[in-house]
């Protein structure tokens, strides 16, 4: 064991001063923040200093009046001049015609009865004034529920909206059913879901370097070198701790940017306390779980690659196995307990992701379903451990040739 943790290290300081995952490492936060920021410096909709003021004309005829200047001075972002008037309409729109950024709307009982309020505007005005008009819609709204006698709570129900409940029809007892929203926002375990699927495919891609890793060691015959201090399956195992080190340093380093913009950014989720609860530990051991599928796949098979320019067939689709729960995205964001999820969730190279996904978009989980599929993930890995031991003993000592399907079935029979 004390052989493996030397390789880990040796692996792992090897990585991570190489000035490829250095640039990738801080790049790609770079990046993200270029997309964040680049649009709103274009469209300046982050800073209401330098917006336009956009003057607006109200001739109130049903006394919303008072609710209305509410909500738009409650609203810091709102760079409107709101003006109520009496005036005759036609005077107003002349002058709407001579300037820019100004609208006329007249809130009458014609137009509440047919829930469509006419707005006039000049030829330029700011742009997004007609997003925000949407917000006068509450108070309209609100005035329509009082003129049909609704009390409060009716009134709450009506603005509530309504959800869709997918229940299977052979579990009728209350306590058994498992609740499926069709609001992806629904469930309390969205955040959690999000960060364990970066987790995942960002330590799995990172192990996806030990398949290159192995074949440029066998050509380059250092394998051969170290093999001469230590085991095969140290080697092997050595290869996986340090990879998964690298992977987890490298995620560490984005998260650390991305959530703290994420929760900036999007205020009306609280992404700290929604992400510190207990299921994300569930989920990140299925994340390190699936890291160890693939990580023991690409270390066995990439010692029987002589050299990585001449792979066959055979070794590049072990290669897009990582991408094989892409197949099954629709189908669960559809119905998150349906049948193409349930299968998901059972073949090994997909339930990493799969899991994570339902997890994230369940609002109650099926505890027997999922406990199931994690023992059958575990000793996937465990027997992937082995197979891939078998693999590596042998095919990091042969050189000359990629190993054919038929010579590594040879070596897992042996």
Do not use: C
């Not at 001469?228 to 998260?255: A, H």
Request: proline fraction near 4%; charge should be negative; glycine fraction near 6%.
């Amino acid at each position: 064991m004390r052989n493996t943790w030397k390789v880990a290290k040796w692996e792992y300081k090897r990585n991570v001063k190489n000035k490829s995952f250095i640039i990738s490492t801080f790049l790609t936060p770079v990046i993200i923040l270029m997309f964040t920021f680049l649009p709103v410096l274009f469209s300046g909709s982050d800073d209401s200093g330098n917006e336009e003021t956009m003057k607006v004309y109200i001739q109130d005829e049903v006394g919303v009046a008072p609710t209305v200047e509410t909500l738009v001075n409650s609203q810091n972002s709102l760079a409107w001049d709101l003006e109520f008037t009496q005036e005759d309409q036609k005077s107003i729109l002349s002058s709407i015609e001579e300037n820019e950024n100004q609208a006329f709307l007249s809130i009458t009982e014609d137009s509440i009865e047919s829930g469509v309020v006419e707005v006039y505007t000049s030829e330029e005005v700011t742009d997004s004034f007609f997003n925000q008009l949407q917000l006068l819609s509450q108070p309209i709204q609100a005035y329509q529920f009082e003129q049909l006698g609704l009390t409060d709570s009716q009134i709450q129900q009506v603005a509530a909206g309504v959800s869709f409940e997918t229940l299977d029809a052979t579990e009728t007892s209350s306590e058994n059913r498992v609740v499926e929203k069709s609001g992806l926002g629904e469930s309390g375990h969205m955040v959690p879901g999000i960060v364990s699927l970066i987790v995942l495919f960002a330590i799995v891609l990172t192990g996806m370097m030990i398949f290159q890793s192995a074949s440029q060691e066998k050509k380059e015959k250092v394998s051969e070198i170290v093999l001469s201090s230590l085991t095969p399956s140290d080697l092997m195992q050595g290869k996986i701790i340090g990879y998964f080190g690298v992977g987890l340093s490298q995620v560490f380093i984005w998260l650390s940017f991305g959530i703290p913009l994420a929760a900036w950014r999007i205020e009306d989720v609280a992404i700290v306390d929604n992400l510190l609860v207990p299921e994300l530990l569930i989920m990140m051991l299925i994340a390190i779980l699936g890291y160890l599928l693939f990580a023991a796949l690409f270390v066995g098979f990439g010692s029987t690659v002589e050299d990585i320019s001449s792979s066959s067939n055979f070794q590049g689709v072990l290669m897009m196995l990582p991408f094989l729960p892409l197949v099954f995205i629709q189908p669960i964001l559809i119905s998150p307990n349906g049948l193409a999820a349930t299968i998901g969730s059972f073949i090994p190279f997909a339930s990493p992701a799969v899991l994570i996904l339902r997890m994230a978009l369940l609002e109650e989980w099926p505890w027997m379903e999922f406990g199931l599929a994690v023992v059958v993930l575990t000793l996937s890995v465990w027997g992937m451990i082995k197979l891939s031991g078998k693999i590596f003993e042998v095919g990091i000592l042969l050189y000359g040739k990629n190993a054919t399907p038929k010579e590594i079935w040879k070596w897992i029979k042996a």
